[in-house]
C-alpha cells in the first residue's frame, strides 16, 4: 500500500519535470559537463605525471568511474536531503512527520531529479570504457565485483549523506556543512588514497569509509595488493561495509529525527 | 555664507553628484554581506577540506620532481589556498539575485530608480568584495599558511600588483554575472546558463587544476577566453610567475571589455521592458 503511494508520488514529480523540455535537457547536459570536468582534471595531471599515488591513469580512472557512478546513485536516491534545512526552516518537515509514511522515504521521493542520470550515464560511460581496455583478468566473482561496487558504493554514499544532514537538526544552516562531507567524499573517492596524508587518509577512508567506495574495490579488480598494507580480503569487504554504514545512518537518523523539537515558529 | 564657502558648497554638491550614491552602495554591500557571519565559518570548513584534498591531488602529481610547468611545491601549496581564499571573493557560483529580479519582474523597480543598474549593483559587489576579503579570504591562507611553506611575494611592489589584480577580478566576475543575470529578459530563466557557467569556470579558471598544467594547445586556447582572468591570473601574480603586465592586462581588457557590453546590453534590456498595468 505505501509503495503504491510513493510510485504515485514519484510519477507525478517524473511527470513535471519532463513536461520542461528543453530547461530538462539543458540540467541533464549540465549533470554531464560537471561529470565531464571531473575526468578533465584527471586527463590534465596525467599529462604532467605517469602515476599518481602509484597508481597509472586507467587505474585512477577505473576509481573515478565507480565512485562517479556511486555518487550519482546517490544523489539521486537522496539527494534531495540538502533541501532538509529549507523543509525544517519553512515548518514543512512537520507535515511529514505527522504522516504514516516513512520520513526518510518521503524526503527522499519527495523530489526525486531526474537530471541526474546526466551524471550517472557520464560516469558509466568512462568505467565501461575504462574496464574494456583495461588488462583485467576477469573472473566470475570479479565480474560481479564490477557490477555491484557502483550499487554498494552509491550505498555507501547514501549513508554519508543521511549522517552529513542529520547534522541539519542541530545547525540552522547545515547544508554546507552537509555538502562538504558529501561534496568533498566525492573527490576524495575519485583518487586512489594513497595521494593523501596519513591524517586526512584515515579520517575520510576510515572513519567516513570513502576508502570502500572505490579504491578497494578497484584494487581486487586490478589485482593489486594495497601499497598501504592492508590484508587482500578487505577489497572484497565494501559490501559489508556498507551494511554497517546504512545501520549506523539509520540509527543516526532516527535519534535526530527523534530529538527535533520544530523551529518554534 | 560668504562668497568662498558657496563656491566650496558649490563644487561639493557637484562632486556628490558626479559620484552620487555608489558610494553609499559600497558601504551598504559590505554591511549587508557582514550579517552572513556564521556562513563564512561554514564555507571556511569547505574551503579547507577542499584545500586539503587538492593539495595532496597536486603534490602527488608533483612527486619527487623540483617542479611542475613551472609550479615548486610552495608555489603550489600558495595556488591552492589562494585559490580557496578568492574563491569567495571573486564568486564563481551563486550571486545571480538580478536574474531572480528580471524573472519576477521586480527588475522595472530596480531600472526606474535614478541611477545606472550596472554601476549601481557593481559597487554594492565591491562592498560585498571588500567583507569577503577579511572573512573569506585571510582565513584559508591563514590555515594554509600554518599547515604548509606557502611562496609569499618577493617583491614588496607584488602586494600592490596583487590588490589591483583582485580588484579587477572582480568586477570581471561581476559584469559576466550581470551579462548572465540579463540573458533571462532574452532567455526569460537565466539559470541554465549560469549552471553551465559556474561548471566552466570551476575548471577553466584554475581553480581545480592550475591552467598551465593543460596542453600547450589548450592553456593558448583558454587565454583567448576571459577564464583565466578570474582566478589563475590573480594567483600568478601573487606567486610571482613572469611578468605579470600581460597577466593584468588580460584582465583590465576584458573587464573593460565585459563592461561595456553590459552597459549595451542594459540598453536593449531597458528597450524590452515592458511594464504593464499602473
Redesign the interface.
Known amino acids: 500500500m505505501a509503495d503504491r503511494v510513493y510510485l504515485d508520488i514519484l510519477g507525478s514529480r517524473f511527470r513535471a519535470q519532463l513536461s520542461y523540455r528543453t530547461?530538462f535537457l539543458?540540467?541533464f547536459?549540465?549533470q554531464m559537463?560537471?561529470q565531464a570536468?571531473e575526468l578533465?582534471?584527471i586527463l590534465?595531471?596525467f599529462?604532467?605525471?605517469k602515476?599518481?599515488?602509484g597508481f597509472a591513469m586507467h587505474e585512477v580512472l577505473i576509481m573515478y568511474g565507480i565512485a562517479g557512478v556511486g555518487f550519482g546513485l546517490a544523489d539521486l536516491f537522496v539527494g534531495q536531503l540538502d533541501e532538509l534545512p529549507r523543509l525544517i526552516r519553512t515548518g514543512q518537515l512537520d507535515v511529514l512527520l505527522l504522516r504514516p509514511l516513512s520520513t526518510l522515504a518521503q524526503v527522499a521521493t519527495g523530489d526525486i531529479q531526474l537530471r541526474r542520470l546526466g551524471r550517472i550515464i557520464a560516469a558509466l560511460a568512462v568505467l565501461v570504457t575504462v574496464l574494456s581496455t583495461s588488462d583485467i583478468h576477469w573472473t566470475g566473482p570479479k565480474l560481479l565485483l564490477a557490477a555491484t561496487a557502483p550499487l554498494v558504493g552509491a550505498v555507501i554514499f547514501g549513508a554519508i549523506w543521511v549522517v552529513a544532514c542529520s547534522v541539519c537538526f542541530w545547525i540552522?544552516?547545515?547544508r554546507?556543512?552537509a555538502?562538504?562531507v558529501t561534496y568533498?567524499s566525492n573527490?576524495?573517492t575519485s583518487?586512489p588514497i594513497?595521494?593523501?596524508?596519513p591524517w586526512?587518509r584515515r579520517f575520510l577512508a576510515f572513519v567516513i569509509p570513502g576508502a570502500f567506495v572505490a579504491y578497494y574495490p578497484a584494487l581486487a579488480l586490478l589485482d593489486r595488493p594495497d601499497p598501504l598494507g592492508a590484508p587482500a580480503f578487505l577489497s572484497w569487504c565494501s559490501p559489508l561495509v556498507a551494511v554497517a554504514a546504512v545501520a549506523v545512518a539509520g540509527l543516526v537518523w532516527r535519534f535526530a529525527v527523534r530529538h527535533y523539537q520544530g523551529t518554534g515558529s | 555664507m560668504s562668497k568662498k564657502e558657496l563656491r566650496r558648497g558649490l563644487a561639493w554638491s557637484f562632486v556628490r553628484a558626479l559620484i552620487g550614491c555608489y558610494p553609499h552602495l559600497a558601504v551598504a554591500g559590505f554591511h549587508r554581506y557582514s550579517t552572513y557571519r556564521s556562513a563564512a565559518v561554514a564555507a571556511l570548513t569547505t574551503n579547507t577540506a577542499f584545500g586539503l584534498m587538492r593539495i595532496a591531488v597536486l603534490f602527488s602529481v608533483l612527486g619527487s620532481r623540483q617542479q611542475v610547468a613551472g609550479y615548486d611545491a610552495a608555489s603550489i601549496a600558495s595556488y591552492v589556498w589562494l585559490g580557496q581564499g578568492l574563491l569567495g571573493v571573486v564568486i564563481l557560483w551563486g550571486g545571480h539575485e538580478l536574474a531572480d529580479r528580471v524573472r519576477s519582474g521586480d527588475v522595472a523597480v530596480d531600472l526606474a530608480r535614478p541611477w545606472n543598474l550596472q554601476f549601481a549593483l557593481l559597487a554594492e559587489d565591491y562592498g560585498r568584495a571588500g567583507f569577503a576579503m577579511l572573512i573569506r579570504f585571510v582565513p584559508p591562507m591563514l590555515i594554509g599558511g600554518m599547515l604548509f611553506d606557502l611562496r609569499w611575494p618577493q617583491q614588496e611592489h607584488t602586494w600592490a600588483l596583487f590588490a589591483l589584480s583582485i580588484v579587477l577580478a572582480v568586477a570581471m566576475s561581476f559584469a559576466i554575472r550581470f551579462l548572465l543575470s540579463l540573458s533571462a529578459f532574452w532567455l526569460l530563466d537565466a539559470r541554465g546558463v549560469t549552471a553551465m557557467y559556474g561548471l566552466l569556470g570551476g575548471i577553466f579558471s584554475g581553480l581545480t587544476v592550475p591552467l598551465a598544467f593543460f596542453p600547450d594547445w589548450a592553456y593558448d586556447a583558454l587565454w583567448w577566453t576571459p577564464f583565466p582572468s578570474l582566478l589563475q591570473n590573480t594567483i600568478d601574480v601573487f606567486v610571482e610567475r613572469g611578468s605579470p603586465l600581460p597577466l593584468l592586462a588580460h584582465q583590465a581588457l576584458w573587464t573593460v571589455g565585459l563592461l561595456v557590453i553590459g552597459q549595451l546590453a542594459l540598453r536593449a534590456a531597458e528597450r524590452k521592458l515592458v511594464v504593464q498595468g499602473g
Open positions: 530547461s539543458l540540467d547536459a549540465a559537463v560537471g570536468s578533465v582534471v590534465v595531471l599529462g604532467r605525471a602515476e599518481m599515488g540552522v544552516d547545515g554546507e556543512l555538502n562538504t568533498g573527490m576524495f583518487y594513497t595521494v593523501y596524508p586526512l
